[in-house]
C-alpha cells in the first residue's frame, strides 16, 4: 500500500522547485534590463559596463601622440593637433587630405555627423522613437533624400568633387570602423543603443541638405495667407509690404540693369490662391516642427574695409555668421595643406571643405542672403481625375515616392510622397499644396567651395560662385592685393506673374520662370567707400527691378547693418581691433533712434518717481546692451510693450491666429517708421482704445513697461541690470540639458552686431573671425570646442574666450607645428 | 583551501572576461560559482562580489590612466541627474554585482534541485 508523504515534507521538497523558479525570474529580469532598453533606460549592461560601455568616454577624451594605419591612404599624412583643437592636415596628395579629413571629422565629431545624416534622410525616429516621426515624415516629404541622391548622380566619375567625397567616405569609415573595434564610439551612441553605419557621399550631402532647409525654407507664404485672411488685405498689405517701410543701407545701391531672366535648374523630378481655412493646417503643421527645420529669419555679418581705410595698409575682412549654438557646435576648426589646397577656417563636421576661412591669397566670409526661394502652390484637382491636377491646360499625373521609417520600439511606418511639377505635395488638407524650394534643385555647392578653397582673386571666386544656387548667400572677399567685394551668389527665382508672397494657383501660370541673371544679382567690387557690409538686410534699393522677397520675414529690418555701416563710415583708419570690437558691438541701432522720440514725449507726461528715474537712464544711455545696463532692460521691455499696445489690439480685434512674434520683425519696422514719420497713422487707433497717436501709445506702453520691470526685479531702476533678464546659452545638440552652457547672462539683442535675440538667446556668432592682409594676421573663435565628447576638455575650451570677445590666432600648418603643448598624428597607408 | 582557490579562480575568469570585453561574465562565473560551493548563504554572496569586483577593478583602472570624473559627471547629466556624478558609478557597480548575485543564485538553485532529486531517489532506493 503506497501511502503519500506529510504535508511538510512535501512543502520541504517543493522549496528548491520554487528557490529555482525565483532565480530563473531575477536572473532573467537582471539579463534583460543588461541586454535590453527598457522603461526608457538603455541596455545597462551594455551601457555601463566599464570596458565597452559609455565609461570609454573617459579615454576618448584623451588625445595622444599616434602612429597609425589608415586604410585607403596612398601617401602618410601628418595631423598636428594644437592645444585648443585646431587640426592641421598635411598630406602629400589631395585625396588623401580629404580622407583624412574624413578621419579626422569623425574622430570627434561622429555622433552629430550621424544625427545630420539621420535628420536630412528622416531616419531619426530610427534611434529615439516616434518623437520624431513628424521630423522625418517632414523631412521625407520636403525631398532632401531625393535632392542629395540626385546630386550624387550628376557627379560623373572621374569628376573631382566625386573623387573628394570618396575619400572623405573612406575615411569617416576608416574611424567608425576603428571606433567600433577598439570600443571607442562616442558614449551616445552606446546610450542609444547602436552603432553608426557607414558613412556614403550622399550622406555629406545630406548635411549640405540640412543646412540649406535651416537657412532658407520658410514658410513666410503661408503667414500671409493667414495674415490676408484673418488681418484682412487692407491691413496685410499696408503693414506687410515688399519693399521695407524704414530707412536701410542696402550695400549694392546700384544702378541696375534692366530685367532679364536666365534659366533655373529643374527639380529633382522623383522621380491662388489658397484660401486661409487651408493655409492654417500647414502653417501649425511647419510651426510644430522641432527648431531648425524652418528658417525663421537671420542673423549674420561680415564686412569688408579696403586698404585705403585700412591702419595696416591692406585689406581687412571680418565675419561672425549666426546659427543655433549647439555644443557641439556646428564648426570644426581645421587647415588643410595639400597640393591643391592650403586653406585655413571652419568645416561643418560631414563635409569634406573649408565653407568660411582663407586661403594663401584670400578671406571669405558669408552671411544669409534671404530672398525668397521657397513657393507655395495650390494644386487644381477634382473628383474625376483622381491622382491627377491641372497643370499647363492638361490633366497631369502625380509622380509618387514611397519611404519606410524605422521606429525604435514600433511598427516601421509608410510614407507615400506625391510630387508636382512645382515640388512634393506637402498639405492634403483644405487644399492640395506642393511647395517649390530653391534647395530641392540639385546643385555642386560642394564643388562650389572646394574651387573658392582654391580661387586666388576676385574672378576667381566669382566665377566659383556662377555655380552656386541655395541657399543664397552675400559672400564677402577680400585679397591680398587690398582687393573687396561682395557677391549675394545664389538663385533669385522668379515667377511668371502673381504675388509669389502668397500661395499661387499651381495651374502653370505662375510657375518660377527663372532666375535673376548672374550679372545682375546684387554685388560690389571695390567700391570707392571704401568697405562693403551685409547683415541680412535688403542688399538693394527699390529701384532694383526684381522681386526677390517681401520686407516680412524673408530680409532683416537692417539695424546691424546699419550700425556697421555707421561705425564703418566713421572717419579715420580702421584696425583688426576695430573689427573685433565692432563683431561683439552692442549698440542698438533701433534704440539711438527712438528713444529721443520717447524722452521727448515723456518729457510732456505725467510720471511717477519710479518712472522719472527710469525716463533719466534712458537720458543718459549710450544704447548699449550691456549686461550692466539698466537703461538695456528698460528699453527692451519698452519696446516689446509698445509693439504690443500698438498692434495686440487689432490681433484681438480680428482674431488673428498668427503668432506676432513671427512677424514682429516686419511690424518692428512699420512702428519705427511710424513713430518717427506718421505719428497720426491709424495703427494706434485699434478698435477699443480710441483715437490714439504714436505718442499716446508711447505713455501708455512705458507705464505699462516700468510696471512689468518693477514687478519682476524691483522698484529700484539702478539694479535693473539687463543681465538679470537677458541670458544666452549653447544648447547641447542632442539635447541634453545638463550637458549645455548657461543661461549666463549676457550682452546685445536682435538689432546689435552682437546678436543675442530671445530669452535666453540660443542663437548668435557661431564664428568670428577677422583677417587683416597688411599684417598676414588671421585670428577666429567659435563658442564650444572641438571634441562633442562632453568629458574632454574640447567640448567648451573655447567658450570663454569667445564670450569675452577674443579671438585666437588662426595658425598654419607650419606654425602649429612649433606651438607648444600640440599633439601629432602619424597616419600612414 | 579548495574553495578559496575557486573563488579566486572565478574572480579571475570574470575579470579577465570583462576585461575583454565580454562584460556578462561575470554572471556565468556566478552561476558557476553557485552550482560548485556547496553553500548558498556563501555562493550567493560571494558570486556578487565576484560581479562586483570584475567591474569595479577595470573602472578604478580607467580612473587611474584618464580619470573618472568629467565622465561621470557627463553620465549623470545624460541620466538626468544634473551633475551627480555618484549616481552613475553606483549604477554601474550595481549592475556587476546583480550579474553575479543573480548568476549564483541561479546555480545554486540549479544545484539545490540537483542534491534534493538526488535526496529523493535516495530515499525511494534505500
Same mark, same amino acid.
Given at each position: 500500500m503506497r501511502t503519500s508523504a506529510p504535508p511538510s515534507r512535501r512543502r520541504r521538497a517543493r522549496l528548491p522547485f520554487l528557490n529555482l523558479g525565483a532565480a530563473i525570474l531575477v536572473s532573467a529580469a537582471v539579463l534583460y534590463v543588461a541586454f535590453f532598453p527598457a522603461a526608457g533606460l538603455p541596455a545597462l549592461g551594455a551601457a555601463f559596463n566599464p570596458t565597452t560601455g559609455a565609461w570609454t568616454m573617459a579615454a576618448d577624451a584623451q588625445v595622444t601622440d599616434r602612429t597609425m594605419r589608415l586604410s585607403g591612404l596612398q601617401q602618410p599624412v601628418k595631423v598636428v593637433l594644437e592645444q585648443d583643437g585646431t587640426a592641421h592636415i598635411t598630406a602629400q596628395t589631395d585625396r588623401d587630405l580629404f580622407l583624412a579629413m574624413g578621419y579626422v571629422h569623425a574622430r570627434f565629431r561622429l555622433f552629430q555627423m550621424d544625427l545630420m545624416r539621420r535628420q536630412g534622410a528622416g531616419r531619426l525616429s530610427e534611434i529615439v522613437g516616434k518623437a520624431a516621426l513628424d521630423t522625418d515624415r517632414f523631412e521625407l516629404e520636403l525631398g532632401l533624400l531625393e535632392t542629395a541622391q540626385a546630386e550624387w548622380n550628376q557627379l560623373q566619375p572621374g569628376d573631382p568633387s566625386r573623387e573628394d567625397l570618396l575619400a572623405y567616405s573612406q575615411g569617416v569609415n576608416d574611424r567608425i570602423d576603428e571606433a567600433i573595434a577598439t570600443h571607442q564610439l562616442d558614449a551616445m551612441f552606446t546610450l542609444l543603443g547602436y552603432q553608426p553605419k557607414h558613412w556614403t557621399p550622399i550622406d555629406s550631402l545630406l548635411v549640405k541638405g540640412d543646412m540649406t532647409q535651416t537657412l532658407n525654407f520658410t514658410d513666410t507664404p503661408l503667414v500671409m495667407a493667414l495674415l490676408n485672411k484673418q488681418l484682412g488685405a487692407d491691413l496685410t498689405s499696408e503693414w506687410f509690404p515688399i519693399l521695407p517701410p524704414n530707412v536701410q543701407a542696402p550695400y549694392d545701391p546700384g544702378p541696375y540693369s534692366k530685367p532679364s531672366l536666365s534659366p533655373i535648374g529643374q527639380l529633382p523630378a522623383p522621380q491662388s490662391t489658397m484660401n486661409g481655412d487651408a493655409a492654417q493646417p500647414l502653417y501649425d503643421r511647419l510651426a510644430a516642427l522641432p527648431q531648425g527645420l524652418v528658417a525663421t529669419g537671420g542673423a549674420s555679418n561680415n564686412w569688408a574695409v579696403a586698404p585705403a581705410k585700412s591702419a595696416s595698409g591692406g585689406a581687412l575682412l571680418a565675419g561672425d555668421p549666426h546659427l543655433h549654438l549647439t555644443l557641439p557646435a556646428i564648426w570644426f576648426q581645421l587647415t588643410m595643406d595639400a597640393p591643391g589646397y592650403h586653406a585655413a577656417g571652419v568645416s561643418i563636421p560631414g563635409t569634406p571643405v573649408v565653407l568660411i576661412g582663407h586661403n594663401e591669397h584670400i578671406a571669405w566670409s558669408l552671411t544669409d542672403?534671404?530672398?525668397?526661394q521657397t513657393f507655395f502652390y495650390v494644386e487644381k484637382e477634382d473628383a474625376a481625375h483622381p491622382g491627377m491636377y491641372f497643370w499647363n491646360s492638361t490633366w497631369t499625373p502625380y509622380k509618387t515616392v514611397s519611404f519606410d521609417i524605422p521606429v525604435l520600439g514600433e511598427a516601421t511606418q509608410h510614407v507615400k510622397v506625391r510630387w508636382s511639377v512645382h515640388g512634393p505635395?506637402? @498639405?492634403?488638407?483644405g487644399q492640395t499644396t506642393s511647395v517649390w524650394w530653391g534647395g530641392n534643385i540639385p546643385s555642386q555647392d560642394l564643388s562650389v567651395l572646394l574651387n573658392i578653397d582654391r580661387a586666388s582673386n576676385w574672378q576667381e571666386f566669382r566665377d566659383a560662385l556662377r555655380?552656386?544656387? @541655395?541657399?543664397?548667400h552675400n559672400f564677402v572677399f577680400a585679397d591680398d592685393k587690398g582687393n573687396i567685394g561682395l557677391i549675394s551668389a545664389g538663385y533669385f527665382p522668379q515667377t511668371r506673374k502673381g504675388q509669389p508672397w502668397l500661395p499661387m494657383p499651381g495651374t502653370g501660370e505662375y510657375d518660377v520662370a527663372g532666375t535673376i541673371p548672374y550679372d545682375d544679382i546684387p554685388q560690389v567690387y571695390d567700391p570707392p567707400a571704401g568697405y562693403i557690409w551685409s547683415a541680412n538686410q535688403r542688399q538693394v534699393t527699390k529701384d532694383y527691378p526684381y522681386y526677390i522677397g517681401t520686407a516680412s520675414n524673408f530680409f532683416d529690418p537692417g539695424y546691424r547693418a546699419d550700425e556697421i555701416r555707421r561705425v564703418l563710415s566713421q572717419p579715420g583708419k580702421l584696425s583688426a581691433a576695430d573689427m573685433q570690437a565692432l563683431q561683439t558691438d552692442t549698440r542698438d541701432f533701433l534704440a539711438s533712434e527712438i528713444v529721443p522720440a520717447l524722452l521727448q514725449t515723456l518729457s510732456k507726461s505725467k510720471l511717477s518717481t519710479k518712472e522719472s528715474a527710469a525716463m533719466r537712464l534712458l537720458a543718459g544711455w549710450d544704447y548699449r546692451m550691456d549686461v550692466g545696463s539698466s537703461a538695456a532692460t528698460v528699453w527692451s521691455v519698452f519696446w516689446s510693450t509698445y509693439l504690443d499696445e500698438t498692434f495686440r489690439p487689432w490681433w484681438k480685434s480680428r482674431a488673428v491666429h498668427v503668432d506676432m512674434g513671427e512677424v514682429v520683425d516686419a511690424l518692428g519696422q512699420d512702428l519705427e517708421t511710424w513713430t518717427l514719420h506718421d505719428a497720426g497713422n491709424r495703427a494706434f487707433s485699434a478698435p477699443g482704445v480710441g483715437s490714439r497717436t504714436a505718442a499716446d501709445a508711447q505713455t501708455a506702453a512705458f507705464h505699462k513697461a516700468i510696471s512689468a520691470i518693477s514687478k519682476r526685479l524691483g522698484n529700484d531702476p539702478s539694479k535693473w541690470s539687463w543681465g538679470r533678464v537677458h541670458t544666452r546659452e549653447l544648447e547641447n545638440l542632442a539635447q541634453v540639458s545638463g550637458l549645455s552652457y548657461g543661461p549666463r547672462a549676457d550682452r546685445g539683442d536682435a538689432n546689435t552686431p552682437l546678436a543675442a535675440g530671445d530669452f535666453p538667446s540660443t542663437h548668435g556668432p557661431s564664428w568670428r573671425m577677422v583677417v587683416d592682409w597688411g599684417t598676414h594676421t588671421f585670428q577666429g573663435v567659435y563658442p564650444g570646442g572641438q571634441s562633442e565628447n562632453p568629458a574632454s576638455s574640447w567640448y567648451t575650451n573655447r567658450v570663454d574666450t569667445w564670450w569675452d570677445g577674443l579671438l585666437k590666432p588662426m595658425l598654419s600648418g607650419d606654425e602649429a607645428q612649433s606651438a607648444t603643448g600640440i599633439k601629432t598624428w602619424s597616419l600612414n597607408p | 583551501m579548495r574553495v578559496y582557490a575557486t573563488v579566486m579562480v572565478a574572480g579571475l575568469l570574470a575579470l579577465v572576461g570583462v576585461l575583454f570585453g565580454f562584460w556578462w561574465a561575470p554572471f556565468l562565473v556566478g552561476l558557476a560559482v553557485g552550482a560548485v560551493l556547496p553553500r548558498a548563504r556563501a555562493a550567493i554572496p560571494t558570486a556578487g562580489a565576484i560581479g562586483l569586483l570584475s567591474w569595479l577593478v577595470p573602472l578604478a583602472a580607467t580612473h587611474a590612466r584618464y580619470g573618472l570624473g568629467p565622465t561621470a559627471t557627463s553620465l549623470a547629466a545624460i541620466m538626468g541627474f544634473d551633475h551627480a556624478a555618484a549616481v552613475p558609478v553606483f549604477l554601474t557597480l550595481l549592475v556587476g554585482a546583480l550579474l553575479g548575485l543573480a548568476g549564483g543564485w541561479l546555480g545554486s538553485a540549479g544545484r539545490a534541485v540537483v542534491a534534493s532529486n538526488a535526496r529523493v531517489d535516495a530515499t525511494r532506493n534505500g
Open positions: 542672403a534671404q530672398n525668397q505635395v506637402i @498639405s492634403e488638407r555655380g552656386w544656387f @541655395s541657399p543664397t | -
